[in-house]
């Protein structure tokens, strides 16, 4: 084309071939800019160890509600007709921030239960930008970037093991050497990265046998047998639970089964030869990171590239079948539906039965019960062992048996434990989003819990079975990488790990059915009045700052320690230690940071009254008192030291701190007095 082609075609927008580019990249904006986001977010937290710093989860809140806050103030927001799951899942969140908020009168810890609050707003700015940016947003457009960051995250973990050089230091393996063989990178979590994959395998095997394009087929194929080989790598137990729960729940939702099968097949036989070759070298197996563990990593990275082709050409042909009508066909009316599900359910019963499985259920319940060692490689899978889930889950019952309406406080569970546990060790969590809730916020956060994560799967269910076959596919496929997450959650702490819950919530945020999308999509041409754009303005204001006081208190905390570790600026380590009290005075954190800036100055006296304040915020937390005790040793008040040291052992009687108590009494008391 000339240059007075070019300029004629500038200076005529009328023309219909520039009306038409103009209408096709209007209408694909929103759905691109989606796709961009999603997967930005999704990878963004998956690299940043799932989110769980604070400071990274809180960063994303804030711009998350300020999103929302600059879209309201300039009337961006249409009318915020949610889609059913949506709305279910707004109100349900925000009942759970009111329950957490209501709970900060009698809390064990008010700086955890706001910590707690601050998730949970996290994920709600998380959900509601997501409805407010994407009204006319489809699901297969949120899901497929979901779907794609996740592939990307499986990729790089399982790199990671097979060549560790390309990646940072394994701190996880550092801290708990015990557990370097689990891949973990890069969230940080064995378990939690397993169900992450496992969120993503329904996603990726729904594009892998059903996307139009074929370079997506081929794409959401190969990343399959990458997925399973990186749960394999975990020695996830829960990960493999969780992402069967997901094949399972899309098997029995999805129009086209037979695709599914079929291409579920090349990717079993690929993820095979990738865990056999793994289990025949034992040096990589075991994460060693030694030379033997490196040279045989390069060569299941080979295998891996071979086995990556072989699945690109067998996603090519069966897409090429598919297109082409090539290949087994299965048409059943409903009728024949039925009748085949329950014939299948009673062969599955009667067989069942004939193999002995209620005895071996009943044995496999008593050791579950059992916390036993379970080994620390492939022999895992071997084992149904809870690993002390059991007594975690009992401990968390009953403490809400003994404050059933209000619970302990949320984030509090680690002093239950501590205090009341049957097991020695120290447990944050109770490894369970529900019986967590039900031990922190009582029998009504258990419920608004269960709510919060199944009610959006049940009702995300009924209103796919209504959709047109071609939309009931996507659905369906979001429903399983739903329910993963919502079972994922029943048996381990990812609730706090941002980027799973980010995964639930931006599925349940978009339209459901073409009923949704059209009726969202119709209401953003009408603006919201005045005095709702306000109100959303305020609530989005609000939220924005009940997030940003935790997180500078946070980043001054840390500001704090890190003057005194690494600069030795003792005075400034106090200084930004007050900062921090200031933003947040009913927090332990302040108080301690600041008795442990005075402790290393020898300014003993000050110390013991700032590691009381951090004792009367969390009072049952026993290391503020161990840390007290030692403090008021060094100042040389004999009996106010041992009172402290045996409150902590009382607050947490099976510590090793505390084996040879009166031996450490002793020890005080001739330290003083020498």
């Known amino acids: 084309m000339s240059s007075a082609s070019i300029s004629d075609t500038a200076r005529r927008p009328d023309d219909p071939a520039v009306v038409h580019t103009l209408a096709t990249l209007s209408r694909n904006a929103p759905a691109t800019l989606a796709a961009v986001a999603t997967f930005s977010l999704v990878t963004y937290l998956a690299l940043k160890g799932g989110g769980f710093d604070p400071v990274v989860s809180r960063e994303v809140g804030m711009v998350a509600w300020f999103a929302v806050a600059v879209a309201g103030l300039f009337g961006l927001l249409g009318a915020l007709r949610p889609s059913r799951p949506a709305l279910i899942a707004v109100l349900l969140l925000t009942a759970f921030a009111a329950k957490i908020a209501l709970g900060l009168e009698d809390t064990d810890s008010a700086q955890r239960t706001v910590s707690e609050l601050v998730r949970v707003l996290t994920y709600l700015g998380v959900l509601v930008a997501a409805i407010a940016a994407g009204p006319r947003v489809e699901l297969r457009v949120v899901a497929g970037a979901i779907a794609a960051a996740i592939g990307l995250v499986a990729l790089l973990a399982v790199l990671s093991r097979l060549h560790p050089g390309w990646f940072p230091a394994n701190d996880t393996a550092a801290q708990l050497p015990t557990t370097r063989n689990r891949l973990n990178y890069p969230i940080n979590y064995w378990n939690g990265l397993a169900a992450l994959v496992a969120l993503g395998m329904p996603l990726l095997l729904h594009f892998g046998a059903a996307a ?16 399973v080989f990186a749960i394999y790598l975990t020695f996830s137990r829960g990960g493999v639970l969780a992402a069967l729960v997901a094949i399972g729940v899309l098997l029995a939702l999805h129009t086209n089964r037979l695709a599914l099968v079929v291409q579920l097949i090349p990717a079993a036989a690929a993820s095979a030869i990738l865990i056999v070759a793994t289990e025949q070298r034992q040096a990589l197996a075991d ?108 401990t968390a019952l009953d403490a809400a048996a003994n404050n059933p309406w209000q619970g302990l406080g949320a984030g509090t569970f680690e002093f239950e434990w501590a205090e009341n546990g049957s097991l020695p060790g120290s447990v944050r969590d109770a490894h369970s989003f529900y019986f967590e809730a039900a031990a922190e916020l009582g029998y009504p956060g258990m419920l608004i819990a269960l709510a919060l994560l199944i009610g959006p799967v049940v009702l995300a269910t009924l209103v796919a079975l209504r959709c047109p076959r071609d939309h009931r596919a996507i659905a369906a496929a979001a429903i399983a990488a739903m329910s993963a997450f919502a079972f994922s959650a029943a048996i381990d702490w990812v609730w706090e790990i941002p980027v799973l819950p980010v995964c639930f919530f931006l599925l349940a945020a978009v339209g459901w059915s073409r009923r949704d999308r059209t009726a969202v999509a119709s209401s953003a041409a009408r603006r919201s009045g005045p005095l709702a754009r306000y109100l959303i303005v305020a609530a989005a204001l609000g939220a924005f700052a009940v997030i940003a006081i935790p997180y500078s208190a946070t980043t001054a ?49 000050d110390a013991v009254i700032e590691a009381q304040q951090a004792v ?51 020890a005080i008391d001739q330290g003083i007095a020498g």
């Open 212 to 227: 139009s394009r074929p370079a997506l087929r081929i794409a959401s194929s190969v990343a399959l047998p990458v997925g």
């Open 287 to 394: 994460g060693l990171g030694n030379p033997a563990a490196n040279a045989q990593g390069n060569e299941v990275l080979a295998l891996l590239l071979v086995v990556l082709v072989a699945s690109a050409f067998a996603a090519a042909a069966l897409g090429l079948a598919a297109r082409h009508g090539i290949g087994p066909r299965l048409r059943l009316d409903s009728v024949k539906r039925r009748r085949l599900a329950v014939a299948s359910f009673a062969v599955a019963v009667v067989a069942a039965l004939a193999l002995g499985a209620p005895g071996q259920l009943r044995d496999s319940w008593q050791e579950f019960k059992r916390p036993l060692d379970t080994g620390l490689g492939a022999e895992r899978f071997d084992s149904v062992s809870g690993s002390g889930r059991y007594q975690y889950w009992s």
């Open 557 to 605: 905390l840390r500001d704090s320690q890190h003057a005194a570790e690494v600069d030795g600026d003792l005075a400034r380590a106090y200084s930004r230690a007050g900062d921090a009290e200031d933003l947040q005075p009913y927090s332990a954190l302040s108080p301690m940071q600041k008795a442990l800036v005075l402790e290393a100055a020898g300014e003993y006296p």
């Open 616 to 666: 009367n915020d969390e009072p049952r937390n026993w290391a503020s008192w161990l840390v007290l005790s030692r403090m008021r040793a060094a100042a040389g008040q004999v009996g106010p030291a041992i009172a402290a040291f045996r409150q902590a052992r009382s607050l947490n009687p099976r510590s090793i701190e505390f084996v040879s108590s009166t031996e450490r009494e002793r």
